[in-house]
């Protein structure tokens, strides 16, 4: 079981940047691919972007290419998602999430989101 915590979240104006880590716990974390969602208030849960066991392969929603950028630092247990050209849409809280079993992109973005293991969340609002 890998255990998450995710921190970098705050305020931002429009345009601005963040960038949001996800500390993992667990002898295995280094072997399975990571990935980040978001929730922004009453909607769903939707997937931003994924990371694959050894961080060479990077997959990302439509909304976040050339924005955002998805990262890992496996000695460190450390994903990061650096966060550019903030939008108010970009509002929500903010998931780190874990393969249980695989090691590639697709363990994450064709996962069961009950398959996965989760974060806490860190809260990003974009906002004048």
């Known amino acids: 079981q890998v255990l998450l915590v995710e921190s970098g979240g705050g305020l931002v104006q429009p345009g601005g940047s963040l960038r949001l880590s996800c500390k993992a716990s667990?002898?295995?974390?280094?072997?399975?691919?990571l990935g980040w969602f978001r929730q922004a208030p009453g909607k769903e849960r939707e997937f931003v972007a994924a990371?694959?066991?050894?961080?060479?392969?990077?997959y990302y929603a439509d909304s976040a290419k050339g924005r955002f950028t998805c990262s890992r630092d496996n000695a460190k247990n450390m994903v990061y998602l650096e966060l550019n050209f903030l939008k108010p849409e970009d509002t929500a809280v903010y998931y780190c999430?874990?393969?249980?079993?695989?090691?590639?992109?697709?363990?994450?973005?064709?996962?069961?989101?009950?398959?996965?293991?989760w974060g806490q969340g860190t809260q990003v609002t974009v906002s004048a």
């Open positions: 667990g002898s295995t974390y280094s072997t399975y691919a």
């Open positions: 990371i694959n066991w050894s961080g060479h392969a990077t």
């Open positions: 999430a874990a393969s249980r079993t695989g090691q590639a992109i697709g363990d994450i973005v064709q996962a069961p989101r009950d398959s996965l293991n």
